[in-house]
């Protein structure tokens, strides 16, 4: 048996006296460093076997299960079981938004439409070539409705009265406005019956295609409750699902009031 060296002695006494109530046999898996005292007696004697330090184990807790941003299984699980309490408005919401979207398009796709009657608003898709750039002719221009046949339009700035004769012109309206002093008056010519036609085969084709938008919209939200559906009750899943059906429906027949009035507006020209 190897004999304890006096340096061993000290270093073993100074470990003791450091944590007098933790101490362990020193593993192969030992914490000390290259130059710890203890580790240097301990080769001095030929055998770590013998050698008793500090438990930082026991002083620490296990250093796996409480690395520095871990989470054990359980909190793991729990944080899978948790459930945004306002999940069910916020979806509503954000389906509400996108639905509203698809009917401000679609209203924006019928007024461009030109029946046999004015409309302040038929002009609005127009651009003007102003200043270098493209502006709507509504952002430039006031346009307003004399009789049931007659528009005017005042541009704000009268240089750009030929700007907006010309743009006006262009466009697939077909519209021949005539300069009146620092306004622009554009007769509504009738429409033929082919042109009633195709114009109500444009609005068909509209309706359809925001139906589609807002089915789309519900298909999101209702993907959206399928990925939540473990962490909440049966119930208010059910609710939810029943609420965004009511609100598609809801804009599915909004689109369609808007396209039969267009319709008829189209067909009593």
């Known amino acids: 048996m190897h004999q304890i060296s006096d340096r061993f002695l000290s270093a073993l ?14 593993s ?4 000390l460093s ?33 690395a520095k941003g871990r ?19 916020t ?20 007024s461009k439409l030109r029946t046999g009657r004015a409309s302040a608003g038929m002009l609005d898709h127009i651009l003007v070539e102003t200043g270098g750039g493209k502006m709507p002719l509504n952002h430039v221009a006031v346009v307003s409705v004399i009789d049931s046949k007659t528009l005017s339009v005042t541009p704000y700035d009268p240089d750009t ?13 077909g519209l021949n406005p005539t300069p009146d002093g620092q306004r622009l008056l ?16 444009v609005v068909a084709k509209s309706s359809e295609d925001v139906k589609q938008s ?15 559906a473990a962490g909440v009750p049966k119930d208010d899943i059910k609710r939810l699902e029943k609420e965004i059906d009511e609100m598609t429906k809801r804009f599915v027949k909004t689109a369609d009031d808007m396209c039969k009035a267009k319709e008829k507006e189209i067909n009593s020209s």
């Open 13 to 26: 006494r100074t470990l003791f006296l450091r944590h007098p109530r933790r101490i362990s046999t020193l």
């Open 28 to 31: 192969p898996f030992s914490y």
């Open 34 to 66: 290259q130059g710890d005292p203890a580790l240097n007696a301990a080769s001095h004697c030929g055998s770590r076997g013998g050698l008793y330090r500090v438990d930082f184990d026991s002083l620490m807790g296990n250093h796996r299960g409480f």
């Open 71 to 89: 989470k054990s299984k359980d909190e793991t699980d729990d944080d899978k079981n948790q459930v945004d309490t306002n999940f069910g408005p």
């Open 91 to 110: 979806l509503k919401s954000t389906t509400q938004s996108q639905m509203e979207a698809a009917i401000v398009a679609l209203s924006r796709e019928l």
């Open 161 to 173: 009265l030929k700007a907006v004769e010309s743009a006006i012109v262009a466009s697939p309206l």
């Open 186 to 201: 554009a007769v509504i010519p009738p429409l033929t019956k082919e042109n009633i036609q195709a114009l109500c085969k």
């Open 214 to 228: 807002v089915r789309r919209a519900r298909q999101k939200a209702q993907d959206s409750i399928k990925k939540l």
